[in-house]
């Protein structure tokens, strides 16, 4: 099915498979508290098999395998072999670490993968170092993404912004062009996990963020996502088409693409890698997160666990469970976010909410936009 006909009530754009907490780093922002073993009751070869056919049978476009480092489960190319039979699109982020061969990443594109993502948060080795606090990680990490051009497997770079990093942005936005990559994923950082200790930007400091973002996306030919920021969706509504609040009165709930400029409506990169989704995606409405035990969340970034795969059909849970729902009904969201005209394609970070308040249907925490007036949606 094409991307743009997945219905989000049914079935997730993509869904992300923690397969290991095992890492030989410990990252300031990570969401996990990483370790260099892997832990008692990680999902084992053959129930990761059957978790990926599960996923395939939903009619899940995109997996990613993520970690810790998926590089430390030595079944990690055999999971993507089979992902990919299955008709998904694979991906994975290895650690900058040693295990990070030329002899891996050739392996991986040889077992399907589509795209491999490599962490950078800085510029430079002493600001991505720092951040990552792991000397020596940039260095990997820019190797890494020589190895993935040699044998021409699609790149994405992921890099989280906070306070520590933002205003680096156009040096880094400017390493990213020349590392050709196929897609730049710009996360805005939720305060969870060892993240919780960084400082967090202001929401003026998102909107600039978002307005950099704009115009660096409109000077290059690969793919600028931003996540854990859905309200970036109604930056560029605001300032692509400035009758934006009439024009959303009369389009159908989620139905995003014509709002956004050409770069930002394609559903997959070039050499057919892995793209944008053709609506927004939000915690638990087109997006899940299945973490190495098993346990079925919302998103990585929203630790609200609503089942596990050992015992429980996943699609019944992302279609029915109570949590999942709420996430995917607006209506149902408090503060500014409930009262928003722009709530069905935006909504606000729901894992933020949470990381916050406590409470995943409070308004985000960091967004400048005043509601006009209660929705003309309804
Ligand atoms: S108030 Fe909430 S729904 Fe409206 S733009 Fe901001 S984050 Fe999005």
């Given at each position: 099915m094409h991307p743009s006909l997945i219905d989000f009530d049914q079935t997730p754009f993509v869904a992300i498979w923690e397969t290991t907490r095992a890492c030989n780093l410990a990252c300031r922002h990570c969401r996990a508290e990483a370790i260099s073993n892997p832990l008692p009751g990680e999902?084992?070869?053959?129930?990761?098999?059957?978790?990926?056919?599960?996923?395939a049978a939903m009619g899940t476009p995109i997996c990613v395998l993520s970690g810790g480092?998926?590089?430390?489960?030595?079944?990690l190319c055999?999971?993507?072999?089979?992902?990919?039979?299955?008709g998904m699109r694979m991906a994975t982020i290895p650690?900058?670490?040693?295990?990070?061969?030329?002899?891996?990443?050739?392996?991986?594109?040889?077992?399907?993968?589509a795209q491999m993502a490599l962490s950078l948060d800085g510029p430079t080795a002493e600001i991505h170092d720092t951040f990552r606090g792991v000397p020596g990680a940039f260095n990997i990490t820019l190797q890494g993404a020589r190895y993935a051009g040699e044998v021409e497997l699609p790149l994405q770079i992921n890099t989280t912004f906070s306070a520590y990093n933002w205003e680096h942005f156009e040096a880094m936005a400017e390493l990213v062009r020349q590392l050709e990559v196929v897609f730049w994923e710009v996360f805005f950082l939720v305060p969870m996990g060892r993240g919780s200790q960084l400082g967090?930007?202001?929401?003026?400091?998102?909107?600039?963020?978002?307005?950099?973002?704009?115009?660096?996306?409109?000077?290059?030919?690969?793919?600028?996502?931003?996540?854990?920021?859905?309200?970036?969706?109604?930056?560029l509504i605001q300032h692509h088409n400035q009758s934006a609040d009439s024009t959303l009165s009369v389009r159908p709930p989620g139905s995003l693409s014509h709002h956004l400029p050409p770069h930002m409506t394609r559903d997959f990169g070039p050499g057919g890698s892995i793209g944008?989704?053709?609506?927004?995606?939000?915690?638990?409405?087109?997006?899940?997160?299945?973490?190495?035990?098993?346990?079925?969340?919302?998103?990585?970034?929203?630790?609200?666990?609503?089942?596990?795969?050992?015992?429980?059909?996943?699609?019944?849970?992302?279609?029915?469970?109570?949590?999942?729902?709420?996430?995917?009904?607006?209506?149902?969201?408090?503060?500014?976010?409930?009262?928003?005209?722009?709530?069905?394609?935006?909504?606000?970070?729901?894992?933020?909410?949470?990381?916050?308040?406590?409470?995943?249907?409070?308004?985000e925490p960091f967004c400048l936009y005043e509601p006009k007036h209660h929705s003309s949606l309804d």
């Open positions: 999902l084992a070869t053959r129930e990761g098999f059957r978790l990926l056919e599960d996923l480092d998926p590089a430390k489960r030595s079944d055999h999971l993507v072999c089979h992902g990919s039979r299955l650690a900058a670490t040693p295990l990070l061969t030329r002899s891996l990443v050739k392996r991986l594109k040889d077992a399907g993968l967090q930007m202001t929401a003026q400091q998102f909107e600039i963020l978002f307005a950099k973002l704009a115009s660096f996306a409109h000077s290059v030919d690969f793919i600028v996502k931003a996540t854990e920021a859905p309200h970036y969706r109604r930056y944008l989704a053709p609506k927004g995606v939000n915690s638990g409405n087109g997006h899940l997160f299945i973490d190495y035990q098993g346990d079925i969340y919302p998103s990585g970034f929203l630790p609200v666990s609503c089942g596990n795969v050992r015992r429980d059909s996943i699609a019944q849970v992302y279609r029915f469970h109570p949590i999942f729902r709420e996430l995917r009904t607006p209506d149902l969201l408090k503060g500014k976010c409930g009262i928003c005209e722009f709530r069905r394609i935006c909504g606000g970070s729901r894992a933020r909410a949470f990381a916050m308040t406590g409470d995943y249907l409070e308004e």
